[in-house]
């Protein structure tokens, strides 16, 4: 009953809006292709099952592979920066620093470089879910109490065994909050890539809608693709709690 | 002052700075081997850094500190294992993974360290306890999972640095008498650090009592009060006397 309560408050405001949206487009008479009612994004999401199901099959291996890939390169990254203190004062700045360079600019150009299969994308969800990943283990890795690594120093600890038994451990909980972030951003980096230039996936399927005026098409791909980043973020909160139950029982 | 026997713990004229602020001075020290001994002061003496310089942790601005011989730092520090005031036991290990914890680091992989450290765990008292997670220990029970870890290290020298220091007055009495009683089966060469004239004197053979800021020793006396029933114990005219005296030098 708890459970319910706790959940209620989010669904009763997210049922009103909808309902508002609705009653707005039906009342005031808006053109559907100014602002589809939810009635007729929730048609087409019917209607276009196949096409929109396969659309999000191509968006969602792109997030997935761009997401691996960022958290294999994040996590080595971190564990060389915070390996070599050299190396963190030689690269870390920049690493913040590229952080300004919008991926949206580079994205057009990927394409010239890696053509319009799965590779450019890839790429751009890569470097969009890379950053976050990195800093939070980082992070994670330098938060530990010093004390920890003095007392395991008595207890016959190398520098391996104090990163396998004490640092690792102990960033997992921040590193999972970096991929919960990186989750986030995945959809909507995918999104630009196949925007910049692709023959499929939900970004093509939006692209395609906005030019022939279907706004309750652009409509569905938007509520398939949030339904995809939800389902990544949920993914790692899941994983999260199955791999480290002792995060929540301490403090 | 009597030399140290060989295998004990050696103190010359130590003394350590930090910038302006001098946290030690002059201190002279000499536990035999095997022996345990308690060094009181107040808050803020330096004791925890004197444990430090012992362990090899840190190096002393002045003096000369042995480690049964040893005087460099990387040989001190294999030679002694440190307990500090709270338990930093690790809560992604139950309670036997965390006692095991330094012969992993040793070497020889998780299981074998499990039951190379089960017996002893058992006989200080926690059998039963061995997969309890340490959110689930009582903070008594803690202290003592921390200690078997530190013997477990398989060092001679064990440095407990205000060990009971964040117990209540009830379990702490009964911590004392079972870390005598611990000491009295695992002989160790032993540094006591406390606040707590009592303690010392139940515990300890021998006290160095040791200034406010800048700490220097301005009284040894004898311990070894740890033998009978503690309420008579402290009511005997001889720890009555032996705590007026370390009250007294510690004013």
């Known amino acids: 009953m708890r459970h319910v309560r706790a959940h209620a408050a989010w669904i009763v405001v997210l049922v009103a809006l909808i309902a508002a949206w609705q009653a707005w487009v039906r009342l005031r008479g808006v053109p559907q292709y100014v602002l589809p009612a939810p009635t007729d994004v929730g048609r087409t999401l019917w209607d276009e099952r196949g096409p929109l199901a396969s659309a999000a099959g191509v968006t969602a291996r792109e997030m997935l592979a761009g997401f691996a890939v960022a958290l294999g390169f994040g996590l080595a990254a971190a564990v060389a920066l915070h390996a070599s203190p050299t190396l963190r004062r030689a690269v870390y700045p920049l690493l913040v620093a590229s952080q300004s360079v919008p991926v949206v600019a580079i994205a057009p150009i990927l394409v010239i470089y890696l053509g319009f299969g799965l590779a450019p994308k890839l790429v751009i969800v890569a470097l969009v879910c890379f950053f976050p990943v990195t800093v939070a283990a980082l992070d994670g890795f330098r938060s530990v109490d010093p004390e920890h690594v003095r007392v395991m120093r008595t207890l016959r600890a190398s520098r391996t065994a104090i990163f396998r038994r004490v640092e690792l451990p102990w960033a997992l909980p921040s590193i999972f909050t970096g991929m919960r972030v990186a989750a986030s951003y995945a959809a909507v980096a995918a999104l630009f890539a196949e925007y910049a230039g692709s023959g499929a996936g939900l970004g093509d399927a939006m692209r395609e809608g906005t030019a022939q005026y279907d706004a309750p098409l652009v409509g569905a791909a938007v509520v398939v693709l949030a339904a995809l980043a939800l389902a990544l973020f949920g993914a790692v909160t899941l994983i999260e709690r199955l791999t480290i139950p002792w995060a929540r029982r301490v403090e | ?251």
């Open chain 2, 1 to 251: 002052m009597v030399s140290a026997a060989p295998g004990g713990i050696e103190l010359s004229g130590v003394s350590r700075r930090f910038g302006d602020v001098v946290a030690l001075d002059d201190v002279s020290l000499n536990a035999a081997a095997g022996s345990v001994t308690g060094i009181v002061g107040p808050s803020g003496c330096g004791k925890s850094t004197l444990l430090e310089i012992v362990a090899g942790l840190e190096e002393p601005t002045g003096g000369t500190v042995a480690v049964e011989g040893a005087r460099a730092a990387p040989a001190r520090l294999e030679r002694c294992a440190l307990m500090p005031q709270s338990d930093l036991l690790l809560p992604w290990r139950d309670a036997l993974g965390n006692a095991s914890v330094a012969l992993e680091n040793a070497g020889g992989g998780r299981r074998r360290a499990r039951a190379e450290a089960a017996p002893l765990f058992a006989r200080l008292g926690l059998h039963g306890f061995e997969r309890r997670r340490t959110w689930e220990l009582s903070g008594g029970m803690r202290q003592r999972v921390a200690f078997a870890r530190t013997l477990l290290a398989g060092k001679d020298v064990l440095l407990l640095d205000e060990p009971f220091g964040a117990l209540d007055a009830i379990t702490r009495a009964e911590l004392q008498a079972w870390l005598r009683d611990a000491l009295r089966a695992e002989p160790r060469t032993t540094l006591l650090v406390t606040h707590d004239v009592e303690e010392a004197l139940l515990v300890c053979d021998r006290i160095a009592v040791l200034s406010a800021r800048p700490g220097r020793v301005v009284l040894e006396l004898d311990g070894g009060f740890g033998g009978g029933e503690r309420a008579e114990t402290i009511a005997s005219e001889p720890f009555l006397e032996a705590r007026g005296r370390a009250l007294e030098a510690l004013r």
